[in-house]
């Protein structure tokens, strides 16, 4: 499905720009500001990832 490919790819992206020692779902609970759950549904693909 076409979202899910947008999805990976905006997650790839994002992992490219932060640094090599920080934890992807920290960044997104403090940018996005939501929970620990909701970011990792997100990260495995169940939630579609909205900005």
């Given at each position: ?7 990976e790819?905006?997650i ?13 779902a ?26």
């Amino acid at each position: 499905m076409i979202t899910n490919k947008l999805n990976e790819g905006l997650i790839e992206a994002i992992k490219e720009k932060i640094p090599a020692n920080s934890n992807i779902a920290n960044v997104l609970m403090d940018n996005l500001f939501i929970g620990r759950e909701a970011v990792y549904r997100r990260l495995r693909g169940e939630v579609p990832l909205f900005l």
